[in-house]
Structure formats: C-alpha cells, structure tokens
C-alpha cells in the first residue's frame, strides 16, 4: 500500500532547537574570532563587518517575503525592523526613545536569543557580543539607501535589565549606478 503524504504540524520544539543551534554556532563563531584577534576591539570590528554583509544580502529575502512596501520615514522603518527581527530571530523588540527631530529612535530587547547559553568573563568586557546585530541593521538600510549610526546603548550580558541598540538616522544615500555598470 502507497504511503499518502499528510499535512503535519510543525512541531513547537523545532523553533527552539533551531533557535539554540543558531546561539551555539554563534558562540563558536565569537569565540574563534577571540581567540584570532586576541582584542575586543577588532572582534567588534570583525562582528560588525560580518553583520554587515549579512544585512546587505537578508535586506533582498525579508523584502520578498514579507511583501513591505518603501517605508516613507523613519518611523515606518523602525516598525519594519521590529517586524524583521520577529521575523528572523522571533523576538519583537519595543521601539522607544524617539528624538524630537525623530532622527533617532532605540530597539529595546527584553531577550536576546543570541546571548543564550553566554556568560562574559572578566577580561572580556569591551566586547559586543551581538555587534553582529548593528553591522546588519547597518548594511540592511544602506541597501534601502538611509545612512544611519548604530550603537549600543545598554547590554543585557553586561548586568543591564535589557539590550538597547541605538538608531541614528543620518542622510538619504543617493541610487547611484556602480562605475563599472555604466
């Protein structure tokens, strides 16, 4: 007798193991690049540069799968960035701390799945364990051509309450046609 393919739930747990196998590979990924730079300073560097081209080529399968239209200011893009980060890491930052100018706003995370299983030592406390994080949100905008700043303001693997990235939007990048592509 023929086996009839059926439609089967997905189970709850594979999110977390999914989730758990990404804080692993992560942890390994930080802690090679320690063990290779030997300074906190060039792993942030190496994190956020890595985050960066992350973000330049994740910015092109968010935009597709979630069907968003051309956020017309900074406030539809700090919305949208919440929603990738439910999204992809299934946590949905608060968006807080707005400027007047509403130039700067800040992404508040209660959890950050990628400091599971993540204690930093002592000697270890410059580092930005998920710089990653700023140097996508970073590469992620310049290819919507917004230039913006990202910082750390608060670090949950640094005894803060929650982790805060900061936003400072900075200019409007102009389209422009690569020198070898004209």
């Known amino acids: 007798m023929a086996h009839k393919p059926t439609a089967r739930q ?3 747990e594979f999110k977390k193991i999914s989730g758990e196998l990404f804080a692993l590979t992560y942890g390994s990924l930080v802690s090679q690049l320690i063990k290779d730079f030997e300074d906190d300073a060039e792993v942030n560097r190496q994190l956020d540069k890595l ?8 910015v092109e399968d968010f935009l597709a799968r979630s069907l968003s239209k051309k956020c017309q200011d900074f406030r539809e893009t700090s919305e949208v960035l919440a929603k990738a980060f439910q999204f992809y890491l299934g946590v949905l930052p608060s968006i807080s701390n707005w400027t007047a100018g509403a130039d700067q706003f800040s992404l508040v995370f209660e ?4 400091t ?19 140097g996508a949100l970073r ?7 917004m230039d913006v700043e990202i910082t750390f303001v608060k670090d949950s693997l640094l ?10 939007f900075l200019r409007r990048l102009q389209d422009a046609i690569p020198d070898s592509e004209d």
Do not use: K
């Open 10 to 12: 997905p189970n709850p």
């Open 159 to 168: 005894g803060d309450d929650v982790t805060e990235v900061r936003l400072h």
């Open 51 to 58: 985050g960066y081209n992350i973000g330049v080529r994740l």
């Open 111 to 114: 959890t950050n799945p990628m």
């Open 139 to 145: 590469g992620a905008l310049e290819m919507v051509y």
């Open 116 to 134: 599971d299983f993540v204690e930093l030592p002592e000697e270890h406390r410059s580092l930005r364990y998920s710089n990653v994080v700023c």
